[in-house]
């Protein structure tokens, strides 16, 4: 069921198109600071209650990161594993145009989990404007060098949640390279985790794919992994390492979990069972609210979503503002450091969880924005 509040969803759209058999929804949740913003998700089971809880994320990521975005979300109903690229040009661009009167208006589309960089071309071609979607392809360009598509395959989410997570470890006074890390997903998010964070001297132990964990308390060599997992399709390939289940990593004696991969991951069947300390969430809704605070309760301290995979979002407003790769990165380290000490401080300066500091503080914008443009209607319909 979708709860409706003072702060939306201001529009929830259903599209279904006969011919193609492309069914779809759209929801707009608020778009008092700026068009929404978020990616079109297309999975087999996408529902529309699923992209309102995910627009209401994209609502307080926006505001928390501090860009002119509100929030707003899409998904398709498809397997993408299951249909030919043929098949999935023609739903992307049905999708596109049955929603074209909303977007980019409204709505600014993205990647999500089973869309790319090549739906962002036939999106945006579909609509007419490369200001209707982000995450484009590199060579898509209004000015070359400055004006062109920041493809997510460029990494910037993962390598936010990488920010945001040393940003964590120098909070609570540790050194990232005595830290171990499991990750679970190594799609677009979790493999620039496991790169990046390597990179800055932590240990990988475990990453895990739909196919199964692999696990190595040694750590894993990561460009091997990536190109293992390239060459056969799951990281359970790679060696040497022990295969345990998919679930299992969530109980592996690790300093750090990111979870990076598919929501509601963690829940009352496995929360009790875990061994890490810090949780960074990379990936959207990973548990609910009630489970990070069972963690809370227990020391485990969580950075939430809205806060750690900020990454993506922020790339996004630098594409949309015609920034080049470098320009992004830039914005997004800065960002994503300053918005988690923010975070931070201030949860530990009220005793709160970071979540419930992140909302504070998210919510507090949105409000004071939704009541500015309220008095700007106000005064025009009076002017008028
Ligand atoms: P993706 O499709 O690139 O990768 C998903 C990965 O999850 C794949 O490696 C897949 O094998 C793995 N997976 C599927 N089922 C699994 C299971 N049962 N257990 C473990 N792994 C499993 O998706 P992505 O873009 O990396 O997105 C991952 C998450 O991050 C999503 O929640 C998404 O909303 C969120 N997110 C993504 C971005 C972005 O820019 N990509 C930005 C913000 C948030």
């Given at each position: 069921m979708i709860e409706w509040d003072e702060f939306g969803p201001e529009k929830v759209l259903e599209v279904y198109d006969p011919v193609m058999g492309m069914h779809g929804f759209l929801v707009i949740d608020n778009t008092a600071l700026g068009p929404g913003k978020g990616g079109i998700r297309m999975t087999s089971s996408v529902t529309v209650q699923e992209v309102f809880r995910l627009a209401r994320t994209m609502?307080?990521?926006?505001?928390?990161?501090?860009?002119?975005?509100?929030?707003?979300?899409?998904?398709?109903?498809?397997?993408?594993?299951?249909?030919?690229?043929?098949?999935?040009?023609?739903?992307i661009q049905s999708f596109a145009r049955a929603i074209k009167p909303l977007s980019p208006s409204l709505y600014i589309a993205g990647p999500d989990v089973g869309t790319g960089q090549e739906d962002m071309r036939w999106y945006a071609?579909?609509?007419?404007?490369?200001?209707?979607?982000?995450?484009?392809?590199?060579?898509?360009?209004?000015?070359?060098?400055?004006?062109?598509?920041?493809?997510?395959?460029?990494?910037?989410?993962?390598f936010g949640v990488v920010h945001s997570t040393a940003e964590t470890i120098?909070?609570?006074?540790?050194?990232?390279?005595d830290i171990t890390v499991a990750i679970e997903g190594f799609g677009n998010v979790g493999s620039f985790v496991a790169r990046h964070i390597s990179v800055l001297g932590a240990r990988v132990v475990a990453v895990s794919d739909r196919k199964g964990t692999?696990?190595?308390?040694?750590?894993?060599?990561?460009?091997?992994?990536?190109?293992?997992?390239?060459?056969t399709g799951s990281v359970t390939n790679y060696k040497p390492g022990t295969v345990l289940p998919t679930k299992e990593l969530f109980e592996l004696k690790v300093d750090i979990l990111i979870p990076a991969a598919l929501s509601d991951v963690i829940t009352s069947e496995n929360v009790n069972?875990?061994?890490?300390?810090?949780?960074?969430?990379?990936?959207?809704?990973?548990?609910?609210?009630?489970?990070?605070?069972?963690?809370?309760?227990?020391?485990?301290?969580?950075?939430?979503?809205?806060?750690?995979?900020?990454?993506?979002?922020?790339?996004?407003?630098?594409?949309?503002?015609?920034?080049?790769?470098?320009?992004?990165?830039?914005?997004?380290e800065r960002k994503i450091k300053n918005n988690t000490r923010t975070v931070l401080e201030h949860a530990r300066s009220k005793g709160i969880k970071p979540r419930d500091a992140a909302m504070e503080i998210a919510v507090e914008r949105v409000r004071k924005a939704t009541r500015l443009r309220r008095e700007t209607l106000e005064v025009a319909h009076v002017r008028g």
């Open positions: 609502t307080w990521k926006n505001a928390l990161a501090k860009i002119p975005f509100g929030g707003a979300k899409s998904g398709i109903v498809a397997e993408p594993r299951e249909i030919t690229a043929e098949t999935r040009k023609a739903l071609e579909a609509n007419g404007s490369l200001k209707s979607c982000t995450g484009k392809p590199a060579e898509m360009c209004v000015k070359p060098g400055e004006e062109c598509g920041i493809p997510h395959e460029f990494g910037s989410t993962g120098s909070f609570l006074g540790l050194n990232i390279k692999v696990y190595n308390e040694a750590g894993l060599e990561i460009e091997t992994l990536i190109k293992r997992k390239e060459a069972k875990i061994k890490a300390r810090l949780i960074v969430e990379g990936s959207n809704i990973p548990m609910t609210p009630n489970m990070e605070e069972i963690l809370h309760k227990k020391g485990i301290l969580v950075v939430p979503d809205l806060v750690a995979n900020a990454g993506g979002v922020i790339s996004s407003y630098a594409e949309y503002r015609g920034y080049n790769p470098k320009k992004m990165f830039e914005m997004v």
